[in-house]
């Protein structure tokens, strides 16, 4: 669900933005970031982009499906009304 790559990436930068003398400590920083930043990214219960595109590839062939649907039973009521 949640690119752990870009949270890595986010973490990363936290990590070299500090200075050089803290660095022992930045790695706790580095792993607590992460361990923070997955906790709360889930919380939001988000998806990824290609959970997004097949929802949407979905979605799209639901509404086609809907649509040749609707247009047989249109089909249909003329036929019914031809013969009522």
Known sequence: MI???KIE???KQVTEA???GVKNLA???EDKTK?????KLAQLDVVTREEFDVQTQVLLKTREKI???E???GELEAKLNDKG
């Open 67 to 69: 649509a040749e649907l």
């Open 27 to 29: 790695t706790d920083i």
């Open 3 to 5: 690119n752990a790559k």
């Open 71 to 73: 247009a047989k039973i």
């Open 18 to 20: 500090i200075p050089p």
């Open 9 to 11: 990436e986010i973490a």
């Open 35 to 39: 361990t923070v930043l997955q906790r």
